[in-house]
């Protein structure tokens, strides 16, 4: 039965989606009360901001525009009592909105940031080939940054200038339709330029955070790298680079800067321009006794909020284009499909003890690497409790066999089976579990001892854990350690050597107890008297169990069921080690190179 390759390749001829800030609306969508009672508070301190000119208008006509003494005082300190009521009440308002809309954005982005995590998690080793993971840490944090300041800040702003613009164009139509009417057709003209220019401001916003990722990724690589920059004496190489990528970074900001600036500018100068000369015609008016005062007043304050509005807007404008081309690259990564994924309907398995594997006539080609088969019509089959050992030169296909069996790639032709079952016809989570595996350069988490043991098992109990340990060799270096178990070793386990890295990950293997090991040059790191006592702990976990094992040091496989010898991708001897030797072929070359070399 082939398997289906589900490739994600970058050059996919798939049409390329359009992103815009419409897809943020499946992480808003659980919050519509929250977004409800934001718009409702949003609009009650819009409103009553458009009665605070009419309330000036009455204190200027009633009050002070009436020099007649039987006016009572008491008319005047009810408006201002008024006034101070409709301040209280929007400072109110505003701060309710204020906090919701905050509490809005904080909540969407941790669940953005979570969602993409989640996403990325879940995509096969292919994926990463294209994209740097340091790309990705500098989207799940630059990028939510602004989408969060959009959604808790900016969107908020925005509908409020909306809200704020569009009353006060009504209130300015009521007070004087005639200078309304000039200051509208006057506004019209400036919509063109502000569309024109914030496009552009999407469009550099991408192409900054582009290059801010790319320092990012950069900068990631190398600090994961130090002892292979120093000791080559590269600092200030490596330095120059980051450098100079951190400029390609400021111009690009600077170039998207720069166009916001003009747009602010374009529309501050229009929009002033244009009320400054319709309040000259308003001030004619007044003095030709077609106005009264208190209407200008209030005119000039609408005229301000309108003014206000569009400066706010235009701004706005340019944060949601900044944060559309955040969008674009974030949601790239959550819509980005896994190559690698469940059948519809997964065949439950079955409690398994012991696993017999079965590769026929599997090819296999990277994706990044098309034209070479990393594996060519390749059929292998391990007996149940079986020990097999793949041997051969660099880049025979050893560790493509263990990539295949985990499902990290799918084959192009061929099947592989446990136990009969395509694997392809089991739940991922159910294949793994199956499994347990010591790489040759093993991952050491930012943890203490027990919890890196235990991550192969994580309700195993201290007493397991540690048992594991003692059967790895871990226990002989514990007392070396400030706090024994419960040291911190560091990011990438730095404070352990790198055999005592490749005793806790074989710990972890054997705490895992999964029918299937794979041991990827499992000991390569450790000294002769050391690996002698780490291998009585592997063979006691080998026991019973479908054992594989890659070794370019062929005393470590001596003792295996049966040898399986590989170059260029096939399979070219299979034998125990004493038949190996009296054929003859790559491995009696290799042995007379080891054992007599």
Not at 299 to 312: D, E, I, K, R
């Given at each position: 039965m082939a398997q289906a390759n589900n490739s994600d390749q970058p050059n996919s001829a798939k049409p390329k989606r359009v992103i815009s800030l419409k897809d943020l609306w499946p992480f808003l969508r659980p919050y519509r009360l929250q977004l409800a009672i934001a718009f409702v508070l949003l609009s009650l301190a819009s409103a009553t901001l458009l009665l605070v000119p009419l309330a000036f208008r009455d204190l200027i006509d009633v009050g002070f525009g009436n020099n007649d003494a039987t006016t009572p005082a008491i008319n005047i300190n009810t408006k201002f009592g008024v006034l101070f009521g409709l301040a209280a009440f929007w400072a109110l308002m505003v701060a309710s909105r204020f906090y919701v809309v905050s509490w809005i954005g904080e909540r969407v982005t941790v669940d953005l940031r979570s969602g993409v995590y989640a996403r990325v998690l879940r995509q096969s080793p292919q994926f990463f080939e294209t994209l740097q993971t340091g790309e990705v840490l500098s989207r799940l944090t630059g990028d939510t940054t602004l989408i969060q300041t959009v959604v808790g800040s900016s969107a908020s702003m925005g509908l409020r200038s909306l809200f704020q613009f569009t009353g006060g164009m009504i209130m300015l139509a009521v007070t004087s339709f005639y200078l309304f009417s000039i200051n509208i057709g006057l506004m019209i003209c400036l919509i063109f330029p502000i569309i024109l220019i914030g496009r552009s401001v999407k469009k550099l916003s991408r192409e900054s955070q582009d290059r801010i990722a790319d320092s990012s990724a950069m900068a990631g690589e190398i600090l994961n790298a130090m002892p292979t920059v120093q000791s080559n004496t590269q600092e200030t190489r490596e330095i120059d680079r980051f450098t100079q990528s951190a400029q390609l970074s400021f111009l690009a900001a600077m170039r998207r800067t720069k166009v916001r600036a003009l747009l602010t500018a374009v529309i501050i100068t229009a929009v002033m321009g244009t009320i400054i000369f319709v309040l000259w015609l308003g001030a004619r008016q007044v003095s030709e006794g077609i106005m009264t005062g208190g209407e200008l007043a209030s005119?000039?304050?609408?005229?301000?909020?309108?003014?206000?509005?569009?400066?706010?807007i235009a701004q706005v404008w340019g944060d949601i284009m900044r944060a559309a081309g955040a969008t674009e690259r974030l949601l790239e990564l959550l819509h980005a499909e896994t190559a690698i994924t469940d059948t519809p309907t997964p065949v439950p398995l079955a409690s398994v003890s012991q696993a017999d594997i079965q590769f026929t006539d599997v090819t296999f080609y990277y994706p990044s690497r098309p034209a070479n088969p990393a594996l060519n019509n390749v059929s292998l089959h391990i007996n149940a409790g079986e020990t097999l050992a793949l041997v051969g030169p660099s880049g025979a296909g050893k560790t493509t066999i263990f990539q295949l069996l985990l499902r990290f790639y799918e084959t192009q032709s061929g099947s592989i089976a446990i136990n009969g079952q395509a694997i392809n016809e089991i739940s991922l989570d159910d294949l793994r579990r199956l499994i347990a595996i010591v790489p040759q350069d093993p991952v050491i988490f930012s943890a203490n001892v027990l919890e890196n043991i235990?991550?192969?098992?994580?309700?195993?109990?201290?007493?397991?854990?540690?048992?594991?340990a003692n059967a790895a060799q871990v226990a002989p270096f514990i007392p070396q350690l400030p706090d024994g178990y419960n040291t911190f070793l560091g990011e990438r386990g730095t404070r352990l050597s790198g055999g005592q890295r490749q005793r806790i990950a074989i710990a972890r293997a054997i705490l895992k107890n999964a029918p299937i090991l794979l041991l990827d040059e499992a000991t390569s790191a450790l000294d002769a008297e050391s690996e002698i006592l780490v291998q009585e702990g592997l063979n006691a976990a080998m026991q019973n169990r479908t054992t594989l094992i890659i070794a370019h040091r062929l005393a470590t496989v001596q003792k295996a069921d049966k040898i399986v010898v590989m170059e260029n991708g096939e399979v070219v001897e299979t034998g125990d080690a004493t038949e190996l030797r009296k054929k003859g072929g790559l491995y009696a070359r290799l042995a007379e190179l080891q054992f007599e070399g």
């Open positions: 005119f000039v304050l609408y005229a301000a909020m309108v003014a206000g509005s569009v400066s706010t235990r991550y192969g098992q994580p309700n195993a109990t201290d007493e397991a854990v540690i048992a594991a």
